[in-house]
């Protein structure tokens, strides 16, 4: 069909053009058709578009020399707005980003209850607000990704939160019900992998992101793609079992990854042998600085069998970048040499291997940068992380006990 491929190439022309604004931050026409190959009037009849549709903007260089001033084209930032939100255990934290994947404004919630309606509400009411805050833009709220720290199915069906205990809970459906805005559901360290992908490593297709926080988890990006496997529940890397007859995990097995190498073995065991109900990063800090044997061991130990299965993904994807999301190895003193010394097969083909900078906001920008990818339908995003006077605020809503 001949106007079905007019349009086909059409989109994905447009998409090559916002992919190579967004690239370049401010672009002329004549650059924008040399870069895509795209002829003059193509470029002219599709940037049009994109003005009259609001997403771009001219801007008029000054120009010292003799001769016309540019226009240069960029994105018009603040057409509308994306939201991420980080639905985990103890905390909603939500960060809404201009267009360019920049955060404007950052909220977390505390909540104590792992009630599916409880927290349902939770989410609408703070949704409702920021789309009342910013409706004033031309597009308003583009989208919304909700990060979930487990198994997501491909039609973005929440499978099984293992610390939430919610299992089968259409959330997207029953948000997109009461909330005019697309919503999507994404796995945590996918949308971790896609922060690290977007904002700083553009130079790779292929990047393996290991998060360590409340389980392990690895999210995978191939090729622009997330690498999901037949359900959409591949990188649950954490039950790998690297113990035989190790200890007992929750998913039935013994001697999972994550029970020797997760930041939650280490606080789990250190918040029982010292009788701290809520310990905190900072306490473990001051541990780590007062020298603490203990502490340090198990560091030690967690850098240990985190290599034996570092080693294991590596041999399995030779990947090309490898990021760790880790707070506490980010504290102890040359934890990623140390590592490193651990993976010395000869085998093992990576090219680098990092300790992520972002923290826990990896979660928060990568489902805001998603939200943008699909709101533009551009095939991947190159965002430069700007440091920025985003708002932030804290709020503790105390429901009941968990
Ligand atoms: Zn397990």
Redesign the pocket.
């Known amino acids: 069909m001949i106007t079905g491929d007019a349009a086909y190439i059409k989109k994905i022309n447009r998409s090559l053009i916002i992919r190579h604004i967004i690239k370049e931050g401010m672009i002329s026409r004549a650059d924008l058709s040399k870069i895509t190959a795209l002829t003059r009037a193509t470029i002219s009849a599709q940037v049009a578009d994109l003005l009259e549709e609001g997403l771009i903007v001219e801007t008029q260089l000054e120009h010292n020399s003799v001769g016309r001033k540019p226009i240069m084209l960029s994105i018009n930032r603040h057409a509308g707005y994306a939201l991420g939100i980080d639905l985990d255990y103890g905390q909603l934290s939500f960060t809404l980003s201009d267009l360019l994947g920049q955060p404007i404004s950052s909220i977390s919630i505390k909540i104590d209850t792992i009630d599916y309606s409880e927290i349902f509400q939770l989410l609408m009411g703070q949704i409702k607000k920021f789309q009342t805050d910013y409706s004033d833009s031309q597009y308003g709220i583009v989208g919304i990704v909700i990060a979930i720290h487990g198994l997501v199915s491909k039609d973005e069906v929440i499978h099984y939160v293992p610390r939430l205990k919610w299992d089968e809970m259409n959330l997207k459906r029953d948000l997109e019900s009461e909330i005019d805005i697309p919503i999507y559901l994404e796995n945590n360290a996918n949308v971790c992998s896609f922060a690290e992908r977007v904002y700083l490593h553009h130079d790779t297709d292929n990047l393996l992101c290991t998060t360590l926080y409340s389980g392990i988890g690895i999210g995978m990006m191939m090729k622009d793609e997330f690498f999901r496997g037949h359900d959409g529940y591949a990188g649950e890397a ?2 790998m079992i690297i113990v035989p007859g190790g200890k007992p ?5 013994q001697g ?1 990854w ?2 020797y190498a997760s930041e939650s073995s280490i606080f789990e065991y250190l918040s029982e042998k010292r009788k701290i109900k809520n310990l905190t990063y900072d306490q473990i800090q001051v541990w780590l600085d007062e020298g603490d044997a203990e502490v340090h061991h198990l560091m030690e130990q967690l850098i240990y069998y985190l290599a034996i299965g570092l080693n294991n993904m590596i041999n399995m994807y030779n990947p090309d970048v490898i990021v760790l999301e880790s707070e506490l190895l980010r504290m102890f003193p040359d934890s990623l040499s140390k590592i490193k010394r651990n993976l010395t097969s000869s085998i093992s083909h990576y090219r680098e291997l990092i300790i992520s900078d972002f923290g826990k906001k990896s979660v928060v920008l990568g489902s805001c940068a998603l939200a943008i990818k699909k709101f533009l339908e551009v095939p991947m995003l190159n965002f430069t992380f700007e440091e920025q006077n985003e708002k932030n605020e804290s709020v503790v809503i105390l429901t009941k006990n968990l």
């Open positions: 954490g039950h995990c929750n998913c039935g097995n999972c994550e029970k």
